[in-house]
């Protein structure tokens, strides 16, 4: 409600919301920003004097790494995990940039790794820098497109390595906001 009183609940139907999640760059948290659309206030009304509920959400409990092994082998390489396919497409090389082709399937919806998340090695465990990538995905479908390079002193591509969640529990997050200003 506003400070004059009126209700900001849209009349005869639930607040609508969208859940947007970002990424702040390399070695920062992620963020996660709800858009609610609330009836409008009192025309004199200078602040919403109470706003609160409950945001639910799918927290992380489990996440096991994958790995591709022999990357340069001609593919694809698929791996199935618990209602998961993995596939490992193919690995092309240009000059020193490999271009890395992985798409993966489940059967229910999913939350996918990031492409930031990826990583490449030699045959030592050497890291070849990312170079460049792409991805599209939806509920039970994800595919990236990824670039590495050699960088001094790594070797020929051997592993790629990911993160695949495997596990999740509801969390609910109860919050009150007093006294927002809306001019």
Not at 57 to 85: D, I, N, Q, S, Y
Not at 145 to 155: A, E, M, V
């Amino acid at each position: 409600r506003d400070d004059t009183g009126r209700t900001l609940l849209p009349e005869g139907r639930p607040v609508e919301s969208r859940l947007q999640d970002s990424f702040l760059g390399e070695g920062a948290e992620r963020v996660a920003a709800v858009d609610a659309v609330l009836a409008p206030p009192s025309p004199g009304a200078r602040t919403i004097a109470l706003l609160r509920g409950v945001a639910r959400g799918e927290a992380a409990t489990k996440a096991t790494e994958v790995a591709f092994e022999k990357v340069l082998t001609p593919g694809p390489h698929v791996r199935e995990m618990g209602g998961l396919t993995l596939m490992l497409k193919r690995v092309t090389a240009e000059k020193e940039i490999y271009t890395v082709e992985l798409e993966m399937i489940s059967k229910d919806p999913c939350t996918w790794p990031e492409s930031d998340d990826i990583s490449m090695e030699d045959a030592e465990g050497g890291a070849l820098q990312r170079w460049e990538s792409t991805s599209s995905s939806g509920v039970t479908r994800a595919k990236y497109s990824l670039q590495f390079k050699r960088k001094g002193g790594t070797g020929e591509p051997a592993k790629l390595r990911f993160p695949v969640l495997t596990g999740t529990a509801e969390r609910r997050v109860y919050f009150e906001f007093r006294g927002i200003r809306l001019k």
